[in-house]
């Protein structure tokens, strides 16, 4: 029976039988030292195929069917079952087996055309090995396979290209989740076994002189392109290897962008950009993924370019278009874990680099105390983020984490740290159906009595659900004017009533 039809039905006997291609030569038959330790494949079956296919050199020439990889890759992920994938996986992974076997163990791979050239030739000579016979598109996929596992990341490679997933979540080898317009979907990729989910990790993490193992089982890291990447493995991963990427955008999301989704308004924007520009401090607040950092790089834009500023990241996601910027990145600890650099000591540095503006990646911490007083003391203008589902419970988020500096200050102190500090909490949310909202504009107006008194100055207001399920919400000024308005007005911005809720037309567009 031909892979093609074993493809589409149930498992069939023997599909663990070595294959009736011609026995591999001696080189391929030992694999190289470093394979045997870490290879996925290395217990793994002989190609699902069987002895009576159609010869396969009837068939068109194989270089001339693989000369690029399938086009529609990602399209062929998603239009095929997990369990073709699942088949279509182990025929690629006994590919890769025989490719690297007759390529050595010292040859290291690098993509360059010659290498996609010599990858081709050897693909099709094994292929024919192997007698399947698959039409012209799985081979081409097949074969993008085969690339993205010795060149690249494995079975994610194909979702890290697709522009339109921004997030790929690896839960163990067979569950490969991935967030699509902002909707999370069970995709139809998956791994051989954890080994080989380890695999990719160490691919990702090597080059960055970065280890993972069972004495320290997490890692944070970036792919060459900047995405994000958190691993996590066993024990404390407890149902297998774990990666979570948040691709890194090459567009970053611009204020027309937001406004066009809908997360904010024009007069927002307008609002947000006087506010920027007049040297307030922004604190972006939102739950996870929410698109605190995207609205924060916005935020950031609105920064007059004579300004100098330093950005503070846990990973340099921000990407300022700005000539005058010195961007710094903590640094985790060594192997021997001395040597780690915390955004708090990139705070506390930064304040001796002549900063007109400080932009925080995110508090998560005790830098909190250092990033308050530092806006007490004449650092104003800063921006940050961190994670709440409120701007009232932004503020008892800052107060924790100021705590979390270990100065012992009475909660009392750091709550008027906060008010003194903060002048607006713009509050980021994403709602269930996937959208992205900027649901409050708050200012912080100070204290009364024990209390910090915050005023709405735009609000979400949410209006019901379509027949689609499509969360409808309007996006509206509370009528209120900031008290600040004095400080955007010396700053040359006279914001018309109508920006606050009057009903005067106008207003600037994106
Ligand atoms: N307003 C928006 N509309 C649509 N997509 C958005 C919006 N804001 C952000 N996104 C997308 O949502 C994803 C998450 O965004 P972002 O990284 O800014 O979130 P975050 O809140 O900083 O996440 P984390 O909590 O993990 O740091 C990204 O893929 C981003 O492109
Ligand atoms: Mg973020």
């Keep these: ?138 081979v081409k996929y097949l074969f993008t396979m085969v690339c993205d596992e010795l060149l690249g990341f494995g079975p994610i490679q ?34 051989a076994n954890d080994e080989h989910v380890l695999k990719v990790i160490d691919r990702i993490i090597r080059p960055l002189g970065r280890r993972v193992d069972r004495k320290w089982p997490m890692v944070d890291a970036r792919l060459p392109d900047g995405s994000r990447v958190n691993a996590i493995i066993p024990p404390c991963a407890i149902d297998g290897s774990t990666i979570t990427i948040r691709k890194f955008s090459k567009n970053k999301l611009q204020i027309s962008d937001l406004i066009k989704f809908g997360s904010l308004t024009s007069e927002m924007g307008e609002f947000l950009e006087a506010c920027v520009v007049s040297r307030l401090n922004v604190v972006v607040s939102g739950g996870t993924g929410s698109g605190k950092t995207t609205l924060l790089n916005v935020l950031s834009n609105f920064i007059p370019s004579d300004e100098r500023i330093v950005t503070i990241e846990d990973s340099a996601e921000l990407q300022l278009a700005q000539d005058h910027v010195v961007r710094l990145e903590a640094k985790p600890a060594e192997v021997d874990g001395s040597g780690r650099v915390a955004i708090r000591d990139l705070v506390i540095n930064s304040l001796r680099m002549r900063p007109e503006r400080v932009v925080i990646g995110e508090c998560r911490g005790g830098e909190t105390l250092d990033m308050l007083q530092a806006m007490n003391t004449g650092h104003d203008g800063s921006l940050t983020t961190l994670h709440a589902n409120t701007p009232r419970d932004a503020i008892a988020r800052m107060e924790t984490m100021a705590m979390m500096a270990g100065m012992d200050l009475p909660v009392r102190v750091i709550r008027e740290q906060i008010a003194a500090a903060v002048d607006l909490i713009v509050q980021q949310t994403r709602l269930d159906d996937g959208q992205r909202k900027v649901s409050y504009i708050t200012e912080v107006q100070g204290m009364e009595g024990d209390v910090v008194v915050l005023q709405d100055i735009f609000a979400l207001d949410i209006k019901g659900k379509t027949a689609e399920g499509k969360i409808m919400a309007n996006l509206k000024p509370t009528g209120v004017r900031p008290r600040f308005t004095p400080r955007l007005e010396a700053h040359g911005f006279k914001l018309p009533p109508s920006i606050f809720g009057a009903q005067v037309p106008g207003g600037k567009k994106w």
Excluded: C, H
Aim: aromatic share 2%; net charge negative; glycine share 4%.
């Design 158 to 191: 194909q979702l890290l290209n697709d522009d339109s997933v921004s997030e790929v979540m690896v839960n163990g080898p067979n569950k490969v989740y991935i967030e699509q317009k902002g909707k999370l979907k069970l995709s139809a990729v998956s791994f």
């Design 1 to 138: 029976m031909s892979l093609l039809k074993r493809l589409g039905g149930p498992p069939q006997p023997g599909a663990n039988s070595i294959p009736s291609a011609p026995e591999p030569t001696p080189a391929a038959t030992i694999p190289p030292p470093s394979e045997q330790r870490s290879s996925p494949q290395a217990d793994k079956p002989s190609p699902p195929v069987a002895a009576n296919d159609p010869p396969a050199a009837a068939k068109p020439s194989l270089s001339s069917r693989v000369d690029a990889p399938a086009a529609d890759s990602s399209d062929m992920a998603a239009s095929t079952s997990q369990d073709e994938m699942k088949r279509m996986l182990d025929l690629s992974l006994w590919v890769v087996d025989r490719i690297q076997a007759s390529l050595g163990s010292q040859t290291v791979l690098k993509q360059t055309p010659e290498t996609e050239r010599l990858l081709q030739e050897r693909f099709a000579a094994i292929y024919r090995q192997a007698n399947a016979n698959l039409p012209d598109d799985k």
